[in-house]
């Protein structure tokens, strides 16, 4: 019933694609040309305008003018260098159930449907597991290879460096649309349709151009004024009776975005699991970015569905015909080589004890990097008690948005989160919280730590890192050539299991546990 409401709309949509194909000039977009400069640091000034030449020693990329779909110039993008990526399962495996286990984990961690492990233990309550129950986890049914086009560079599924450049509330405000009109209660605010869009775009670091484009694919929110009524609670098509509404449903999407992005960035996956059992094998050569695109198409629709989706004619198109050319966005490379993390320290006052409560873990929703690592006030209690202990700044540079539990810094300066250094501090009381606009040094008080902002069970602060937009994890150890999460000299580190980890410092070690214990006791 569903896939037979999405064939009937991917036929509309195919009409309206055509549509809005036809009736666009043929020029170039309006959008300037950029000078993407690194500096010696590895951060990115603001995007200039171009044109003074600029010395031969200056790294520099250039963005053209960006061309539209039919440009006879454009030709398909390079294929990325051949990766070495997991080997599919062939054969059944057995589990014995752990505490804390559901068969929603079990069959994310294996790459199978909850129904496939339902039917081959015949479980007829999926609620209900036994810890030392052994299970059997069957073997997806291998389907054919996917697609190796690229349908967007990397720096087009992040909040990347040219993510400012892009005015959501002008673009939006061309169509009498749904989009448009819309608002809904997010966070105990009133947020329009383009703000709600903003603000996932933000907290999830993904692309607005990105998510306008793909809620155009799904239900034509971005350009009709009367959608198809189908898609009024569930604009992007996932279907569960607690994500209506555009917020969790573009949150949903940008997780999903996510996660097949940074998994592809690990060569953490092998295969795409369609809902039906079929896996699809990984063409190697893809970029990141396409893999999160196939990725979520892989939740949303049948073989034939994705197959689609994923091809010319599917978001590529609806992209290409709001945006123009997707490559010709392209900042690559979104990390500099020999990239460093600025020098930062731990992120409390002097001669006070806080918990090392929470190791690599994602750094906004589970689908990104494990970029986050949580410290609590020590001694205060559990709970979601209020604490009058400062976060302090991790390093040196410019607040550029404080609300809602969240506080942006800015490491370059310059105001665009989308470019350099960008660090997150999360939970962050509403009382004596740093405002925007103010320049902190290291050490300076950003606010108190609280359960404000997403989801918390307990007084705390959550940091990440990321770099162009680009979520960095804290599970990289300098022997890795990773990014390492360095904090007056102490070393994040991880064991593969999200929450869990170390931080290491001249042979000493915290460990992260939930609570207040000696072994994640930490201080300046």
């Known amino acids: 019933m569903f896939y037979s409401n ?12 055509v549509t809005l194909a036809c009736s666009q000039s043929a020029k170039p977009i309006a959008v300037p ?20 030449p600029q010395p031969e020693s200056t790294s520099v990329a250039f963005l053209p003018m960006i061309r539209q779909p039919d440009d006879v110039t454009i030709v398909s993008p390079t294929p990325d260098v051949q ?4 080997e599919l399962r062939s054969n059944e495996e057995y589990y014995m159930v752990q505490r804390g286990d559901t068969l929603g984990k079990l069959a994310a961690r294996y790459d199978v449907t909850v129904q496939m492990l339902l039917e081959r233990n015949q479980i007829t309550n999926p609620d209900l597991l036994e810890v030392g129950q052994e299970l059997v986890v069957p073997v997806p049914t291998p389907g054919e290879p996917g697609s190796a086009l690229k349908v967007i560079p990397d720096s087009e599924l992040v909040y990347g460096p040219l993510a400012s450049s892009f005015d959501l ?18 966070e105990g605010e009133l947020l329009t349709g383009p703000e709600i869009v903003m603000r996932v775009a933000q907290d999830y670091s993904v692309n607005p151009r990105l998510l306008l484009a793909l809620l155009e694919y799904q239900s034509g929110w971005v350009t009709q004024a009367y959608p198809s009524e189908s898609t009024m609670d569930y604009p992007i098509g996932i279907r569960e009776s607690w994500r209506k509404g555009l917020y969790l449903q573009l949150a949903w999407a940008a997780n999903n975005l996510n996660r097949g992005y940074y998994l592809w960035k690990v060569n953490g996956i092998g295969g795409w699991l369609l809902s039906s059992g079929v896996i699809i094998p990984v063409d190697p050569t893809i970029n990141a970015a396409t893999a999160g695109v196939q990725q979520l198409f892989a939740l949303l629709y049948d073989r034939t569905g994705w197959d689609y989706a994923i091809s010319e004619s599917g978001l590529y198109n609806t992209f290409s015909n709001f945006f123009g050319y997707p490559f010709d966005y392209s900042v690559d490379p979104l990390i500099p080589e020999n990239l460093e993390q600025p020098d930062m320290q731990l992120p409390f006052e002097p001669d ?8 690599p873990h994602g750094g906004w ?28 700044a991790l390093t040196d540079g410019l607040i550029v948005r404080a609300d809602q539990g969240r506080v942006i810094q800015d490491l370059d300066g310059d105001g665009n989160e989308g470019t350099g250094w960008v660090v997150l501090y999360m939970h962050i009381e509403g009382r004596d919280r740093v405002e925007a606009g103010t320049f902190l040094r290291a050490g300076e008080r950003i606010g108190h730590p609280s359960c404000e902002g997403g989801f918390s069970t307990g007084t705390h602060v959550h940091l ?6 680009e979520w960095i994890p804290a599970d990289q150890m300098s022997t890795d050539s990773g990014l390492p999460f360095i904090m007056d000299g102490w070393v ?33």
């Not at 990766?83 to 997991?86: A, E, S």
């Not at 509330?169 to 997010?186: A, C, I, K, P, Q």
């Open 6 to 17: 999405l064939k009937k709309y991917g036929l509309a949509l195919l009409v309206l694609i």
């Open 492 to 524: 994040s580190s991880g064991n593969g299991i999200e929450y869990d980890g170390l931080l290491v410092r001249d042979g000493e070690t915290v460990e992260a546990w939930e609570g207040f214990y000696p072994e994640n006791t930490i201080r300046r």
């Open 464 to 469: 990440a890192r990321r770099y162009n937009g």
């Open 169 to 186: 509330m002008e673009f939006v405000g061309r169509y009498d649309s749904y989009l448009s009109r819309y608002n809904e209660e997010v």
């Open 352 to 359: 006070v004890d806080w918990a090392f409560t929470g190791g």
């Open 83 to 86: 990766r070495q990526l997991p």
């Open 33 to 52: 040309t950029f000078i993407i400069r690194y500096t010696s640091d590895g951060t990115i000034p603001s995007p200039l305008p171009s044109p003074s």
């Open 365 to 392: 929703g589970d689908g990104s990097a494990w970029a986050g690592l949580d410290f609590a006030p020590g001694n205060e209690g559990l709970g979601c008690i209020p604490s009058d202990l400062w976060v302090t």
